[in-house]
């Protein structure tokens, strides 16, 4: 797919001025994209300490200080309620509306989250040659529930753990745990490999979200913890108000897919 | 130094009882040590997105439910405000006083925070035949302030990365490196090596907490962000009251060392 969006300043001033409201797959290739995820402050302590007891699902990359719309960390001065191209507005867990933009909503006491997002560690397996069977198919990663419990925290009650999953040969596995694994801020290295059943999937073909892939003869399916996990999480304990990208509308930051390499 | 006890939980038990209030270097052996931090819960939010932003300082092992003294994660069931050899009490960011134990001082809206120390990497290094400069001369490592600064958050300003300092052979610093990598939970990898001019650090034979330790003819100082950083962040920003470990005094859990290397 061919990008509309050089850099994720770009796109995000698309998004701004209403001129972009699509998918943020293959846009500002190379830079990071992130999962949004803002809740009151109340909220915000039991979900940022859940993410703290389950770092694989609920990578951080960055929290907002209480009221401030703007970025400083992985973009500089993005203002989160503008610059992503579609939301949605969950009312006591129940999905309210998915507006483009979120200015009107804002409250004072609103803390933002972006988190990590598998696109970032799928760019190093690309350059590192290890083929991704849902881009090869052109369909979205698929996704499952697994038997696996987070860790609970407050209000955040322990809850089941999603994940990907991508179907590799063994030797292909063994570069992709050595690769991700350099990706601690985005999920990691893989918390599963070889038969779903070690992780309480029924079905291997029937995702629950995204799309089912092949599984070729000799692979082995590899699974990492998803960024939905959170989501999830939040919308069981039913906070008054929370406020997400839409799937698939990433927030688009300034800093580079390499920089979250394990580092200095 | 022969350890008095061999594992975390015997130590604990001897702390609750009032039957050891020493040092815990040293102490039992391959198990995880940690710095205390407990604030009131209005101050640990601003304490934990300062840890989130500033991820090699201030590590974050476990974080306790909002009022309760037990520990859950690298220990199983340990009481917080008995399980430590010696405490410290700041009110207003002064110290008031030294403590043995903290049940009477405990308030509802207390949290508990425990930080990675470089204990658990050091003993990865050991292992691996990295000699330890200040092991080897029997004194602490020394510990300086530097002109790096540490990324505010709330209440907690922009406050100077505090680094210690080991001194290596470039072959050493080398496999330094790749060893403490791998233990993103614990500091992970140096933030510097070589000229300490380059942390604004004027005097490296000063250091301002530890001891100097010997510098020999073709060695690099190496540099690793040091746990005093988020302390220091804390008391200059002068909470009503913060409880931490006394210096040397540390939790000692029931997780080993090698568990906080980089994995699964």
Chains 1, 2 share one sequence.
Not at 154 to 170: C, D, E, H, I, Q
Not at 175 to 183: D, L, N
């Amino acid at each position: 797919m061919k990008a509309m969006y050089r850099t994720g300043r770009e796109l995000r001033q698309a998004a701004r001025s209403g001129n972009f409201s699509g998918h943020t797959s293959g846009e500002a290739p190379g830079s990071v994209q992130a999962n949004l995820v803002i809740l009151t402050r109340d909220w915000a302590w039991d979900f940022l300490v859940f993410a703290q007891r389950n770092p694989k699902p609920c990578p951080i990359l960055e929290v907002g200080e209480v009221g401030d719309p703007l970025t400083r960390i992985i973009a500089d001065g993005a203002d989160i309620r503008t610059d992503i191209p579609r939301y949605r507005v969950y009312i006591d867990g129940d999905l309210a509306e998915e507006p483009l933009e979120i200015t009107s909503r804002w409250q004072e006491d609103f803390v933002f989250f972006l988190l990590g997002c598998s696109f970032t560690f799928e760019h190093a397996l690309s350059e590192a040659g290890v083929p991704l069977r849902h881009n090869q198919e052109g369909v979205n990663v698929p996704m499952y529930r697994t038997a696996r419990e987070c860790a609970g925290a407050g209000r955040f009650k322990a809850s089941p753990m999603v994940v990907s999953m991508r179907p590799l040969t063994p030797a292909d596995a063994i570069r992709a745990v050595e690769i991700t694994r350099e990706y601690p801020g985005v999920h990691g290295s893989p918390v599963h490999i070889g038969d779903p059943d070690g992780l309480g999937i029924a079905d291997i073909t029937r995702p629950e979200w995204g799309d089912p892939v092949t599984i070729r003869q000799g692979e082995v399916p590899v699974f990492w913890a998803c960024g939905i996990t959170p989501q999830l999480a939040a919308l069981v304990s039913r906070p008054p108000i929370m406020i997400t990208h839409a799937p698939g509308h990433m927030f688009v930051g300034d800093k580079a897919d390499y920089e979250f390499r394990l580092s200095g």
